[in-house]
């Protein structure tokens, strides 16, 4: 994933929206959002098996891009499957702990993985140590290979740009559907790229209600969202992640 936008309680009765493109060598197969595990959905890398951005029944959010120090080895560990198994947990903080042992036991590539639960949460900057930066509230955004709203990053100047300022959901979806698909260059880097064997392989949007998962929305474009719809995906998505029932007492 290249860009990964952040919005706390941007709207009434919303805690989290997020809007994400994932940029990809076109070569690397994937599938659309499925059920990853019990009560997990997210898209699934078919190379290592893993996910760049994905949710589970208690309303944790994790995503991940990468970042280019530590380089990557042939033989190391998978960032997307790093998301996947943080996706194990119910909290931020639960994350944190995970990822600082994982990433002490075994030689992973530089990555930044967010872990949020509503509009509030943590990026974990790995560039061979973490440097978790904490989320709370407001806008953020996150791309490959630079911090989490480094000033420079030409996705985050784009955003801030083109999105805020909205007036009720459905400017909101509006505008973050637009910037998802948008070409124009900043800095010379568009939110939405198009490339020789490189570039937007799908985009997602998620919108969390702050009742809970009961109503969330889950919008997904298998395929740069310029030339492929969205697929509405919040049915599917509402039945995966209901609560389960107690067991019965013998």
Request: contains cysteine; charged residues 20%; hydrophobic residues 40%.
């Amino acid at each position: 994933m290249c860009v990964l936008a952040l919005f706390s309680d941007p709207v009434p009765g919303v805690s989290l929206a997020v809007a994400a493109n994932r940029d990809e060598y076109l070569h690397r197969l994937s599938v659309p959002p499925t059920e990853l595990r019990p009560g997990v959905i997210g898209g699934k890398d078919l190379e290592a098996g893993g996910t760049w951005l994905g949710l589970n029944r208690h309303g944790l959010l994790v995503a991940v891009t990468n970042r280019r120090i530590p380089p990557k080895i042939r033989s190391g560990p998978s960032r997307g499957v790093l998301c996947l198994d943080a996706l194990a947990f119910e909290t931020p903080d639960q994350v944190e702990r995970f990822v600082g042992e994982r990433t002490a036991s075994l030689r992973y590539a530089g990555f930044n993985l967010v872990a949020m639960r509503g509009g509030r949460g943590v990026c974990l900057q790995f560039d061979g140590r973490v440097r978790p930066v904490r989320i709370d509230g407001g806008i953020h955004v996150v791309s490959s290979h630079r911090d989490m709203d480094d000033p420079r990053m030409p996705e985050r100047k784009t955003m801030l740009a083109r999105v805020p300022g909205w007036d009720g959901m459905d400017m909101m979806l509006d505008r973050l559907r637009s910037v998802l698909a948008d070409h124009e260059e900043t800095d010379g880097w568009a939110v939405c790229k198009h490339g020789s064997g490189y570039g937007t392989v799908s985009s997602s949007l998620l919108v969390i209600p702050s009742t809970g998962l009961q109503g969330v929305r889950y919008w997904y474009s298998a395929g740069p969202s310029c030339r492929n719809r969205y697929e509405d995906l919040a049915g599917w998505a509402g039945k995966i992640l209901a609560p389960q029932p107690a067991p019965t007492p013998m």
